[in-house]
């Protein structure tokens, strides 16, 4: 029996030790260019020509076609998408999962709407890889997964967001709050995996404090913890040393955006994917 995990590029994962694995790119567009959120598109320099570019900007999901070549030959696929809420990847991997059944009846698929993004479904994947090589059954895996999810979250935050509200994606007055200088905007994914403002820091330094606060209100404990940054290796580093100094031992990875994540969190943007008790 072969099992495979799937992502959508949102989850800023390209490989995945000892499992099987394929993250399929959504894409960033830009008047003529195209940025495909794969491990050759170098997100810097997108960043730079976004940051110049005066057009319109916009992103788009995988299509069916993409999601059933990422599922190809494996006997059991475990896909997990970006929130259902704000993007098309979740339908799209839905009709590849059923179409998949259709053409090869003995084969599984399950997929997973994260109603997050980023390290949170790092963490889902994560978990299925762990049960796979404990050589758990298909439906053992969907069940303890779609367990675990209720014990995950997402916190962010972010400096800009231009191109959320630009895509509509957030109100306009929720962006409006981190269209301040200097205002980080932090929240949460919300339960129907929308963004929730839930709080606000001026500068930096403040917003370490914000987010250990929000991590506690949430419920974490102490558990793993995968931050994903954008140009904000210090941000990172620093939330890592305050969780650390709380929780010695947990167990923190600190990895750099994609190119779909970088797009919409900007410049500084920090995601958080955690575990809570
Ligand atoms: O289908 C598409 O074109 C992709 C649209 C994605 C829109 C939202 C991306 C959000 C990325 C921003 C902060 C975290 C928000 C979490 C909300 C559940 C990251």
Redesign the pocket.
């Known amino acids: 029996m072969s099992s495979k995990i799937v992502l959508d590029s949102?989850g800023n994962l390209h490989c995945f030790e000892n499992v099987d694995f394929v993250s399929v790119p959504?894409?960033i567009l830009a008047g003529d260019r195209e940025f495909v959120d794969d491990e050759k598109n170098d997100v810097q320099e997108m960043v730079r020509f976004l940051g110049e570019y005066k057009g319109k900007t916009?992103?788009?999901?995988p299509g069916v076609g993409e999601f059933l070549d990422a599922f190809a030959e494996a006997d059991n696929v475990y896909c997990v998408t970006?929130?259902s809420?704000?993007?098309?990847?979740y339908n799209a991997a839905e009709v590849a999962a059923r179409t998949y059944q259709e053409q090869h009846p003995e084969r599984k698929v399950h997929v997973f709407d994260?109603?997050?993004?980023?390290g949170e479904m790092a963490l889902l994947a994560e978990k299925i890889a762990e049960l796979i090589l404990k050589n758990t059954s298909f439906e053992s895996i969907v069940e303890q997964v779609k367990a675990y999810q209720q014990k995950t979250r997402?916190l962010?935050s972010?400096e800009s967001l231009h191109n959320?509200a630009n895509?509509g994606?957030v109100p306009n007055a929720v962006a409006a709050i981190a269209g301040m200088l200097g205002i980080r905007l932090v929240?949460?994914?919300?339960e129907v995996?929308?963004?929730?403002p839930i709080g606000k820091a001026r500068g930096e330094k403040k917003l370490i404090p914000e987010l250990m606060k929000h991590l506690s209100a949430s419920g974490y404990c102490g558990g793993k913890v995968r931050i994903d940054h954008c140009s904000n290796p210090d941000a990172a580093g620093k939330l890592r040393e305050a969780i650390l100094e709380q929780f010695p031992g947990a167990d923190i990875r600190i990895g750099e955006?994609g190119a779909?994540?970088s797009?919409?969190?900007e410049k500084g943007?920090l995601?958080i994917g955690f575990e809570i008790a």
Request: hydrophobic letters at 35%; glycine letters at 12%; charged letters at 5%.
């Open positions: 949102s959504l894409k916009s992103t788009s999901c970006i929130t809420n704000l993007s098309g990847s994260s109603l997050s993004t980023g997402l962010f972010l959320l895509n994606r929240g949460k994914a919300s995996g929308t963004l929730q955006n779909l994540c797009f919409y969190a943007g995601l």
